[in-house]
């Protein structure tokens, strides 16, 4: 499952992503992971979920993404929940067509290894392709 949390910036979807992160930390038996870019949410993600800063790894790209994804599956088998902010910001790329290839392969492969991921976009919904708002 994928679901998409889209806003203008400053219309909360970190806060929303750091709740969600949480309840997700304190419910599931299995390992959530944060994804963001520095370390802004470091007092706030609950001890029980992996936050990443992204922004240590030179990568850039959605395919870069993917493989860190991959990477960080492999690594942690009962991987179950990635949440991922600011996905714009992480990939470094504009296009949202780009964005739209990508989340479809990645809802083929969170439905293949039984992954949910929750990601925030900083656009507002109706800058997004159509094939994109099947994830709100």
Request: aromatic share 12%.
């Amino acid at each position: 499952m994928i679901k998409l949390i889209v806003g203008k910036k400053g219309s909360g979807k970190t806060k929303q992503l750091i709740e969600l992160v949480n309840e997700a930390a304190r419910e599931n038996a299995g390992t959530v992971l944060c994804l963001e870019r520095g370390k802004a949410l470091t007092f706030d993600v609950h001890y029980g979920a992996r936050l990443i800063d992204y922004g240590e790894y030179p990568l850039t790209g959605y395919n870069a993404l993917l493989g860190f994804l991959y990477g960080c599956y492999a690594q942690n088998y009962d991987l179950n929940h990635v949440f991922i902010d600011n996905l714009r910001k992480i990939s470094q790329e504009d296009s949202f067509e780009k964005m739209a290839d990508f989340l479809a392969l990645l809802e083929e492969k969170s439905e293949n290894l039984k992954i949910d991921f929750t990601i925030t976009i900083s656009a507002d919904a109706s800058e997004l392709p159509e094939r994109i708002h099947k994830y709100f």
